[in-house]
Structures are given as C-alpha cells and as structure tokens.
C-alpha cells in the first residue's frame, strides 16, 4: 500500500470530491478533531483504569464518526446527524461526567494544571477539545448535537483528570 499520493503537495487536500486548500475552515477544524484523537491515543496508553478506557473509546469512535461526517465520507439517510451522534450521544458524555465528578472533590478555585502523567495528558485533551469546538463554531459546521458534544467532552476531559489524579493519591493545587 502506498501511503502518500502527492495530491496536497501543492497547499490542497480532497474534500467531498473537489480539491480545497489546506488551510479552508472545514480542514482546519477536521485536523483539530484528528489532533483531539491523536493526543486521546496517547493519553489512553497511560491509562490503567478499564471504565475510563471503554470510556474514552466509545468517544474515539464519536470522533472518528463526527470527523467523516465532516469529511464528507459519511453521508446522512435517514438521520439528522449521520455521525450517529445525537441529543443522546451528549447525554451519554453527561452521565460520564457526572458518575466521575461523584469521585472527586469540589473546588472553589482554579486547579494547577499538573499531576499524574495520564491525568496530565487527559488535560492536554481537554484544551484540544476547546481548540477542536472553536474550530467547528468557525466553520460553522457540525449539527447543534455535535457541537454539544464537542463541548461536554471538555468537561468530562476536566473531570477525569481531576479524578485520576485524586484516585492516584496526588495532592491538586489549588490557586
């Protein structure tokens, strides 16, 4: 298999059959959901806990499903949102987020953004997931559910770090 075509050598990428530069609104935000899935990888290879990594797969295939929708490789029949994800898919992420925060400690201040190494790169996720959503509101693309969705990730993101860092025995500081 070859893995490189020469295609976008020259500033352009294929999108839903036409070539369009490589720095149009909707590559940009594709390649900041690529880059969420990317840094999500890595922050799964740190993890030990098998809830939050069935978790964090379920997501990954969210991504992937929302990033072709976008690319225009997924194409909707009889659905709003062809990505599959919905008012329930952003329910879901709810729910995550709400079943780890019970785990955790309230704040009433800014946390310093330290920690273990898996919590560490689950932040990092967190800030890529705001990068990813202002990409999408840019845009303007992605149906109302998927831009939800983009959104409670950044806080089930804050959450999990939070909560991996809590359940390690590291100390937050708080500031």
């Known amino acids: ?39 999500m990888g890595f922050a799964m290879s740190l993890i030990t806990d098998e809830k939050v990594l069935d978790d964090l797969k379920s997501i990954e295939k969210d991504i992937y499903l929302i990033n072709s929708e976008l690319s225009g490789y997924l194409k909707a029949v009889e659905s709003k949102t ?8 952003v329910k879901r992420l709810e729910e995550f987020t709400d079943y780890y925060s019970k785990g955790i400690k309230d704040i009433t201040k800014f946390v310093y953004p330290n920690g273990i190494p898996a919590a560490t790169a689950l932040n990092i996720c967190r800030t890529q997931a705001r990068r990813a959503e202002t990409a999408l509101i840019s845009a303007n693309l992605g149906s109302p559910a998927i831009k939800a969705y983009i959104n409670r990730l950044s806080s089930l993101f804050f959450v999990l770090f939070r909560w991996l860092n809590q359940k390690s025995g590291f100390n937050e500081e708080l500031f």
């Open 1 to 39: 298999m070859k893995y490189y075509s020469g295609s976008g050598d020259k500033g352009k990428t294929l999108i839903e059959g036409r070539m369009v530069p490589k720095n149009d609104p909707r590559v940009i935000a594709i390649g900041e959901l690529d880059d969420l899935s990317a840094k």
């Open 82 to 89: 062809s990505s599959g994800v919905s008012d329930s898919s």
